[in-house]
Structures are given as structure tokens and as C-alpha cells.
């Protein structure tokens, strides 16, 4: 099987690295790393290092490029960029699929699978979510601080068994994974958790336990995670009745220091996923006739 993890940032970079670890030396499975600049070279000239809380690895995957024309036809294809970026990722490899291609996309955000259909328009688009803390540590070297490691994916029609190969490949590379009949509603469960979390520590500039410790910071967030649940709610998405109290008990035991990933790209002056997680409850609560007041407030106090 030819796999390609499209993105080595922290989410491509601790999976990828996984795949690279188990399958790159293997005559059955071939793993490409598709990134670009100074991290593509270190890539190509040192390996990936992985620093990880199981222990320190360096992996070499069958081929790292910017150039997926260098790989030919693919037959499963990670999604691991920024929300911004998937329009453009998905761009690049729409010459890489054939009719059984199966593409999966681990970044934030519930509207994925619809954003790469309206680019590829060959093989199967499953959806996926993780639950990992990891990031770019310098150029080569990802570095994972925490989470579960847990990888859902599975397809949104639920009808799992055409896939269950894909899951052995991932559990045979010590990846937590799981085919899920209702990734939609994991996906929006991970939403619910990851998107209020991004907006209020990034508008107060304040680490998740900041956040539980006050209780006026707590209630914006929990009020945040209940429009969450107004928008799933009225697309009939069956989120868990209890599925805020268990996103904030998830956020209370996470390190107190610990930083959204949009939190930290707002500090560092880059382009963040503003849209993926803020904005885009704020355009569902208008199409559902739903009131957001606390995303309205936060996307406003972000974006001036």
C-alpha cells in the first residue's frame, strides 16, 4: 500500500512517524511524508525525530518531497494541515487518486469531508479527529506533550468493514486507532471540546488551567461548548446529554500550563484556525437561526 501523510507538523509528524517507524523498511507498504522548507530538509537529511512521552525515535519514511507528482498513484492518503490549508492540500494530490483511493483528514474542524469532496473527486473521504497535544518542536523534530493519542476515523455512512484493514495497519504501528460507525458525532464531540478552548484561551491569553480555575472564565466556556451544542443539536448530530461535562472534566486534567494550538499561533503572529473553530459556529448559528453570542464576542475581540 502506498500512504502518504500530507503535512508533518504535529498531528502528520507523531502519526506519519508511527507509519515511517513500523512500515518504511517494509517491502508492502511504502510511506511518503509530504511537507516543504527547512523542515523537508531536515527531513530528508536527518530523519524525522520524534520526541514523544513512549521515548525518543528517529524515522526515515520511504520518501519525503513537496512534490506528491514524485509519488504516482496513492492508495491512502492522510490530511494532517492547518484548516486554512486544506483547500490547497487537497489541490495537490487530485492527481494521485485512482478509484480506491481512501483519503482521511486529521485536522480541527466538522466540515472536512465536504471541503475535499468539492476538490477530489475520486475514491472514498472518510472522517477523522484525534486527541493529541504535539507540536513542531524546531525544523525535524516533532515533539508530543500529552493526550490520549486516540486516532477516530471511519465514513460518515457509517458502513465500517471495507475499512478494517486500514485500522489493523494503524494498531499494527502502536496507533491508537478506533473505525468508528459515528465519526460524525466523535468528530463534534472533539469540536465541542477543542473549539471553545482555542477562542478563550487565545481572547484572555490565558493556559487551560487559568481558565478552570477562575469561575467567570469556566462559565464563558461552558457557555461556549452549550452554542456548540445548539448547532449540533439542529443539524441532528447526537452528541452525548452529557457531553459538556465530560469536555470539561477532559480539560481540567490536562497540564495547567497547557496552550490551545491556536492560543500559540496567535502569540507567534501566524495565521490561525480562527475560521475553522469561531467562525464557522458563528455562519451555523445564522443559517440555524441559533444565537452565538459568546463566539460572536470572541471572533470580534480576535479579529480587531
Not at 101 to 108: A, D, K
Not at 111 to 117: A, F, G, S, T, Y
Request: with cysteine; charged share 25%.
Amino acid at each position: 500500500m502506498k500512504i502518504a501523510i500530507v503535512g508533518i507538523g504535529g498531528v502528520g509528524g507523531y502519526y506519519g512517524g508511527k507509519l515511517a517507524l513500523k512500515y518504511a523498511a517494509s517491502d508492502d507498504h511504502e510511506i511518503f511524508f509530504i511537507a516543504r522548507g527547512e523542515h523537508l530538509d531536515k527531513i530528508r537529511k536527518n530523519g524525522l525525530k520524534l520526541i514523544t512521552t513512549e521515548g525518543d525515535f528517529t524515522v526515515i519514511p520511504s520518501l519525503a518531497t513537496d512534490n506528491p507528482g514524485e509519488l504516482g498513484p496513492l492508495d491512502l492518503i492522510f490530511f494532517c494541515v492547518k484548516g486554512y490549508g486544506l483547500g490547497n492540500a487537497a489541490r495537490m494530490i487530485t492527481d494521485n487518486l485512482h478509484s480506491n483511493t481512501v483519503t482521511i483528514p486529521l485536522l480541527n474542524g466538522v466540515d472536512n469531508v465536504e471541503r475535499l469532496k468539492t476538490v477530489l473527486h475520486e475514491g472514498d473521504v472518510l472522517n477523522g479527529c484525534v486527541y493529541i497535544s504535539t507540536h513542531l518542536d524546531r525544523p525535524g523534530v516533532i515533539q508530543q506533550t500529552g493526550g490520549s493519542c486516540k486516532l477516530l476515523f471511519g465514513p460518515e455512512n457509517g458502513l465500517v468493514e471495507p475499512y478494517r484493514k486500514i485500522e489493523t495497519l494503524l494498531k499494527d504501528a502502536d496507533i491508537e486507532a478506533e473505525l468508528s460507525q459515528n465519526i460524525t458525532v466523535g468528530v463534534w464531540s472533539k469540536f465541542l471540546f477543542v473549539g471553545p478552548l482555542a477562542g478563550i484561551t487565545s481572547v484572555l491569553e490565558k493556559p487551560f488551567g487559568a481558565i478552570m480555575e477562575k469561575a467567570g472564565y469556566r462559565i464563558m466556556l461552558e457557555g461556549m461548548m452549550k452554542e456548540i451544542k445548539l448547532i449540533a443539536d439542529a443539524k441532528g448530530i447526537p452528541l452525548p446529554e452529557n457531553i459538556i461535562e465530560q469536555s470539561l472534566e477532559l480539560t481540567s486534567n490536562f497540564p495547567y500550563e497547557t496552550k490551545s494550538s491556536m492560543q500559540l499561533d496567535f502569540e507567534k503572529g501566524k495565521e490561525t484556525e480562527i475560521e475553522t473553530f469561531t467562525g464557522y459556529i458563528i455562519k451555523s448559528g445564522k443559517e440555524s437561526g441559533i444565537k452565538t453570542p459568546l463566539h460572536d464576542k470572541v471572533y470580534f475581540e480576535l479579529k480587531n
